[in-house]
């Protein structure tokens, strides 16, 4: 089976753009959950998606929405862009949600902010 | 709340030698499961052994194994034989057993295998 794919890998935008970020789950996978991953606060949960609706939200602004379509595909949008939010943006698949299922991480979106 | 901590932020250890991470959590749940993720420079995360909580026995998966003591809410991650590919930042997650999939990781530990 293919792995957990995230597109772009790498993307610069500059403060006040807005950015989409991709992400295709393991095939069957249902449930999506987004990370960011920077130097200073290590790995911060954003949210989770399954089976279209979101189930879980970390405590990020409303600029960080989600979405999760029909063939569990998920894409996450960051609008007003801050220096802050360079980072490396981690989606991560499992079968189910809840019940301690391992999730399968991809090789992660790199956003530079400038 | 949920609090995990690893307390030691680098380590290193000569190839084919045994290593220990440790990781300690905070929490009032009963019920939840713990995870040792690896991530190699410039690589995707990946799975490394996973705990049940109300599983006494400890998780093994070939040369890693945990030492899990659930009262002094510790989680340690042993290394046995190192290899060069050992080398890697090492995140110790906590998740509920309910409501969805939510992991709290630490801040990690940055292992080096010396060859």
């Known amino acids: 089976k293919a792995g957990v794919t995230q597109t772009p890998r790498y993307l610069i935008k500059t403060r006040g753009q807005q950015v989409t970020l991709s992400c295709s789950p393991i095939s069957g996978h249902r449930s999506v959950s987004w990370y960011q991953q920077t130097p200073g606060q290590g790995l911060q949960f954003l949210f989770e998606y399954f089976s279209e609706t979101q189930r879980n939200k970390g405590n990020f602004p409303g600029r960080f929405s989600g979405r999760q379509f029909s063939n569990s595909r998920s894409e996450m949008n960051v609008s007003t862009l801050e220096l802050g939010d360079s980072a490396l943006y981690l989606c991560?698949?499992?079968?189910?949600?809840?019940?301690?299922?391992?999730?399968?991480f991809g090789p992660g979106t790199r956003l530079l902010v400038l | 709340a949920q609090t995990v901590t690893q307390s030691q932020p680098e380590m290193s250890v000569q190839e084919a030698e045994t290593v220990t991470l440790s990781c300690t959590y905070d929490t009032s749940e009963n019920n939840y499961y713990l995870f040792w993720y690896k991530q190699p420079p410039s690589r995707q995360m990946i799975l490394v052994i996973r705990?049940?909580?109300?599983?006494?026995q400890n998780a093994t998966e070939n040369r890693f194994s945990v030492n899990f003591q659930k009262a002094a809410k510790s989680f340690s991650l042993k290394i046995s034989d190192s290899q060069l590919g050992d080398t890697a930042m090492y995140f110790c997650?906590?998740?509920?057993?309910?409501?969805?999939?939510?992991?709290?990781f630490g801040t990690g530990t940055s292992l080096t295998v010396i060859p």
């Open positions: 991560a698949s499992s079968l189910v949600s809840g019940g301690g299922e391992t999730q399968y």
């Open positions: 705990q049940e909580a109300y599983k006494q």
């Open positions: 997650a906590f998740m509920k057993s309910r409501g969805g999939n939510q992991f709290y």
